[in-house]
């Protein structure tokens, strides 16, 4: 079993900055996959960003691409996702997943592992 744990969301200000973090209970972390979800209101979980299990392979969605960064540090089991120039749109709560095979799927039902979640809310 994999357990994640995701902080940093909250309240900021359009076009602002704001890092979530996500921490895993597992001995081998870099062997996962991670990847970052969002879920907004009346809309389906999509996927924002993943990195592979050494951090040397990225994948983002089109529409965060070039604003936001996905990073791990392994030595702390923990996966970050850097968002920059925040927009409306980018409100959502947003969600940690893991899986062991190889490759950033951008499906979610490809990761069985899942944090509980953090809201960020983007006011303009």
């Known amino acids: 079993q994999v357990q994640l744990v995701e902080s940093g969301g909250g309240l900021v200000q359009a076009g602002e900055s704001r890092r979530l973090s996500c921490t895993a209970s597992?001995?081998?972390?870099?062997?996962?996959?991670m990847g970052w979800f969002r879920q907004a209101p009346g809309k389906e979980r999509e996927f924002v960003a993943g990195?592979?299990?050494?951090?040397?392979?990225?994948r983002y969605a089109d529409s965060v691409k070039g604003r936001f960064t996905i990073s791990r540090d392994n030595a702390k089991n923990t996966v970050y996702l850097q968002m920059n120039s925040l927009k409306s749109e980018d409100t959502a709560v947003y969600y940690c997943?893991?899986?062991?095979?190889?490759?950033?799927?951008?499906?979610?039902?490809?990761?069985?592992?899942w944090g509980q979640g953090t809201q960020v809310t983007v006011s303009s």
């Open positions: 990195i592979n299990g050494i951090g040397s392979t990225t």
């Open positions: 997943a893991a899986r062991v095979s190889v490759g950033i799927a951008t499906g979610d039902g490809l990761y069985p592992y």
């Open positions: 597992t001995r081998t972390f870099s062997s996962k996959t």
